[in-house]
């Protein structure tokens, strides 16, 4: 059973660009999660989904960032227009669709840089 | 300010020693998790233990939980090099609930 996927590994990006970061969440998961975290900070919250639904986008800036869990594919986590301080590693980590406690499984991650 | 944070902020140890890690939490939890990232990478699941529970062990892990205090440790006994790595706590309030990270311990083993 493969662990959770993400592409690309590493991404850079110029200023105004737009950044395209996917995760392909465990078999039989169905819940997928989206963190940042910043150069020796912990990981902070972005959004949370599953299957065609955003559950919970508290996390998300309310501008340039948008993410979707299509029925067929991989999750996608976009950030349009990118500036300097979107550099980060953005991990995503996915859950069983049956919750019975909250572990969540997290992908390598993909470290965005900005120029 | 973070619902896990953990102290130290950075620990030094030699291999073979015990590396004690802390964090506390503010709001009630269901669940408090304690995750490893060594540089670069992305993050292990350790260990996860309950509101309900007050100590856990996993091979030379053990967490304790004390929910009065709102804090919990994780004992890494007879540490080896390879433990090198930050060692972060998540807290969640139960179900599908996103994780709380707090900032993390970075814990060098020096051989």
């Known amino acids: 059973n493969a662990g959770v996927m993400q592409n690309p590994r590493h991404l850079v990006r110029r200023r105004g660009q737009e950044a395209r970061l996917r995760c392909s969440p465990m078999?039989?998961?169905?819940?997928v999660y989206w963190y940042r975290q910043l150069p020796e900070e912990g990981l902070k919250f972005m959004v949370y989904?599953?299957?065609?639904?955003?559950?919970?986008e508290s996390g998300m800036p309310k501008e340039r960032f948008s993410a979707e869990f299509p029925k067929e594919g991989p999750s996608i986590l976009r950030i349009q227009q990118v500036v300097r301080g979107d550099s980060a590693a953005y991990f995503c980590?996915?859950?069983?669709?049956?919750?019975?406690?909250?572990?969540?499984?997290f992908g390598p991650g993909t470290r965005l840089t900005v120029l | 300010s973070q619902q896990g944070e953990e102290d130290p902020q950075a620990l030094s140890i030699q291999e073979g020693e015990n590396a004690t890690m802390n964090c506390s939490y503010k709001?009630?939890?269901?669940?408090l998790q304690w995750y490893r990232q060594n540089s670069g990478r992305g993050l292990v699941h350790l260990i996860l233990?309950?509101?309900?529970?007050r100590e856990k062990h996993s091979g030379r892990l053990r967490v304790t939980l004390d929910t009065s205090k709102k804090s919990s440790s994780l004992l890494i006994t007879a540490s080896r090099a390879a433990d090198t790595a930050s060692y972060f706590c998540?807290?969640?309030?139960?179900?599908?609930?996103?994780?709380?990270f707090g900032k993390g311990t970075k814990l060098t083993v020096n051989p």
């Open positions: 998540a807290t969640d309030k139960g179900g599908s609930e996103k994780l709380v």
């Open positions: 989904l599953q299957k065609e639904n955003i559950i919970d």
């Open positions: 233990i309950r509101s309900n529970e």
């Open positions: 980590a996915s859950s069983p669709t049956t919750v019975s406690y909250n572990e969540q499984f």
């Open positions: 078999k039989g998961h169905s819940h």
């Open positions: 709001t009630s939890i269901n669940n």
